[in-house]
């Protein structure tokens, strides 16, 4: 069931009713009952493996914080936390994993081992991850492992975040989902808002811009369009993961629930460091505070330090354990990803770019200092964010690409073949090759717009609240306007899901 389907709105629509008619004590009842209905609309096989990772991590979370409590129970309470830390992770690696693992090992030693064949759940590296945090912050005592089942199960499972995030913590979501959140038309207002814009870029950016990246990286004809393939592709995954999000987060609101931010504005990034922060936030956030914090203050890590001191020096000594852990991290999130070459060198490209940044942060400061140069004036800036956006466009090839060597074959082409007229010989949507132009100018104005709003996001400017507080016929007018240019506007090719819902 997808975000942008008419069976989706009439599903929130339904379950939004119901929550505001039922009884406060129930409330959160309808939202449990509403998010397996959900999920197993895509599969009920699937509801298994969901249930699998609710289970033991609700068990494991219980189980640790009353071992805890007796005498000498920490060792006790660790070996829990890695049992269920390998069950819940063992059955994403398998799921995920094992066809990845089989095809390698058949490539290496000449074996005919067969691979697994089962469809991957919707949603299990999101849901996966966000019952590990939950497990290992009862673990560090950050919160108390929940007592009531049916409340976890919901904890995992709440239906708008469910197949794509954003990544929870139990800390701030928990306690919204059990409250019984009264109606207030501000929240509908606001999500409705908030679902519009993500509805426009999905349907009327995101999805136009599939059809060329598609066309440019899969059908091998448009060798002179490789830069505007990886351009389209930027245009794609940003519009489709963050309209997605604005869709997410919009329903939840609807519920009274806030979800957290997973993106700001991550094009006007001054570095990758810089880029991680305001891209797939809450992914990077829980890489911080459950990978690389509990590396960079282990022991071996510790060990490492001291033998990069004595070798290194102080400076680049301390700095090295930072960028072992930063390169492992990155490892993760390229692992995380999927299951293939090509997303652990995509990964690993940039822990690389930022474990360079950190070795060379002090020579960087000296060619500012000889340069005049103070960081803040506008050119810097704008040519900082442009590298960026290079380096960036760069690491998506490995994303896009079908393998690494396309990648890299892509990558050639990009600076060795430029042919811009073969942009009007791929086919846009159901008129083919005559639409083609106005496909294009599409995608340019919402571009545009984009840019706008960014730029005056970026400068402090509310632009919801600033629509609020004009008078209602004009934000209704704006809104409607909105409305009006998905249906017109909207791509008119097959309809996509979102990328990330296959995570």
């Not at 919901?154 to 701030?172: A, D, E, M």
């Not at 369009?225 to 245009?235: C, D, E, Q, R, W």
């Not at 360079?356 to 000296?366: I, K, V």
């Not at 074959?409 to 073969?422: E, G, I, L, R």
């Amino acid at each position: 069931m997808s975000l942008v389907s008419n069976m989706f709105i009439i599903f929130s629509i339904v379950s939004i009713v119901l929550y505001y008619l039922v009884p406060a004590k129930q409330k959160w009842v309808v939202l449990l009952v509403f998010s397996y209905l959900y999920y197993i609309s895509g599969g009920t096989r699937c509801v298994i493996f969901l249930l699998f990772s609710t289970l033991i991590t609700y068990e494991a979370a219980i189980l640790i914080q009353n071992t805890a409590k007796k005498e000498n129970g920490k060792k006790k309470a660790k070996r829990i936390l890695i049992l269920g830390l390998i069950l819940n992770f063992g059955m994403l690696g398998v799921v995920k994993y094992t066809n990845f693992a089989v095809e390698n090992l058949n490539a290496l030693f000449h074996m005919n081992l067969r691979g697994m064949e089962l469809l991957l759940p919707l949603g299990i590296s999101f849901y996966t991850f966000q019952s590990s945090g939950y497990l290992l912050d009862v673990y560090w005592k950050r919160c108390s492992a929940e007592k009531n089942p049916f409340r976890y199960a919901l904890f995992v499972s709440f239906f708008p975040q469910l197949l794509q995030g954003p990544i929870g913590r139990y800390s701030t979501l928990a306690k919204q989902l059990y409250e019984p959140h009264p109606f207030r038309m501000e929240n509908i207002t606001r999500g409705f808002e908030r679902i519009l814009w993500g509805f426009f870029k999905k349907m009327v950016l995101a999805d136009w811009a599939a059809v060329f990246t598609d066309a440019i990286f899969d059908s091998g004809k448009y060798e002179g369009l490789a830069i505007f393939g990886v351009l389209f592709y930027s245009i794609q995954l940003y519009a489709d993961f963050s309209g997605g999000m604005d869709v997410v987060i919009g329903l939840a609101s609807m519920f009274g629930i806030t979800l957290d931010e997973n993106f700001k504005r991550p094009f006007f990034a001054v570095s990758i460091t810089d880029f991680w922060h305001r891209w797939h936030i809450t992914l990077g956030t829980w890489m911080k505070d459950y990978v690389f914090y509990p590396i960079s203050l282990s022991g071996w890590m510790g060990k490492f330090g001291k033998w990069a001191k004595k070798v290194f020096g102080k400076k680049t000594g301390r700095t090295l354990p930072i960028c072992l852990a930063n390169l492992i991290v990155f490892f993760v999130v390229g692992v995380w990803h999927g299951a293939a070459w090509k997303y652990i060198a995509y990964g690993l490209y940039n822990g690389i770019i930022i474990a360079f940044s950190g070795l060379m942060a002090n020579q960087y400061r000296t060619w500012k200092k000889a340069l005049h140069i103070t960081g803040k004036e506008e050119w810097y800036q704008v040519f900082m964010i442009l590298r960026t956006f290079l380096l960036v466009n760069i690491s998506w090839f490995f994303d896009r690409a079908d393998t690494v060597g396309q990648a890299f074959s892509m990558m050639k082409q990009a600076v060795t073949q430029f042919q811009p007229s073969q942009l009007l010989l791929i086919p846009a949507g159901r008129e083919g090759t005559a639409f083609t132009p106005y496909a294009l100018l599409i995608l340019g104005a919402g571009c545009l717009l984009l840019l706008i709003v960014g730029i005056l996001q970026e400068r402090g400017i509310r632009i919801r609240e600033t629509l609020a507080k004009l008078p209602l016929p004009v934000t209704a007018a704006i809104y409607f306007c909105l409305l009006l240019s998905i249906g017109v506007f909207g791509c008119t090719a097959a309809a996509r899901g979102f990328i990330y819902a296959q995570f």
